[in-house]
């Protein structure tokens, strides 16, 4: 499987499978993971099992649960920038995309709108650094971003504009 963009989440059970995304490449079996593809990073959050990374002529066994994060840079071999443990709590956080929910707890509003905006085509805006940095939690739907909009407003006290496939935050 070859990821191009964006985000993919899989859950491997009897068979061996290779993907591929940027130049990492990995094998896994008996697995649960996401991979995303966020500007130069490749992000790996391992749930679940064992993955080989394969590099050059060696192969690296990374384990679960964890995230790691890879350059994506040109070159055929991928380094490992950072990784660290994930938490049960964090896992379920990172899985609700595959259950169209998302589930934001104590995020920066600016954190929640860049969640949202990966999988809308209407996409939200904040015209006020002040509400950038404002928290928010809860569970919401990820294709029903006008009652996001309307929970953000009411939850944070700002006003909405609803144009053509934007939704504007501001006070």
């Known amino acids: 499987m070859q990821v191009a963009d964006g985000r993919i989440g899989m859950e491997i059970r009897r068979n061996q499978t290779w993907i591929s995304a940027g130049a990492l490449k990995l094998v896994g079996k008996n697995t649960n993971f996401d991979i995303k593809l966020q500007g130069e990073t490749i992000i790996l959050s391992l749930y679940a099992g064992t993955i080989n990374w394969l590099r050059e002529i060696q192969h690296h066994a990374i384990t679960s649960p ?17 990784s660290h443990p994930l938490t049960g709590d964090a896992s379920l956080v990172q899985q609700a995309w595959r259950n169209g929910q998302i589930i934001l707890n104590n995020s920066t509003l600016q ?18 650094n002040s509400l950038n940095q404002r928290k928010i939690s809860g569970s919401f739907d990820l294709l029903k971003i006008k009652d996001f909009a309307q929970a953000v407003s009411f939850l944070l006290g700002c006003k909405t504009k609803y144009e053509k496939r934007k939704i504007l935050f501001y006070v």
Do not use: M
Request: contains cysteine.
């Open 66 to 82: 964890q995230v790691f994060h890879f350059s994506n840079s040109k070159s055929d071999t991928p380094e490992l920038i950072k």
């Open 111 to 128: 954190a929640a709108v860049e969640e949202f905006n990966q999988y809308s085509d209407t996409q939200c805006l904040i015209s006020s």
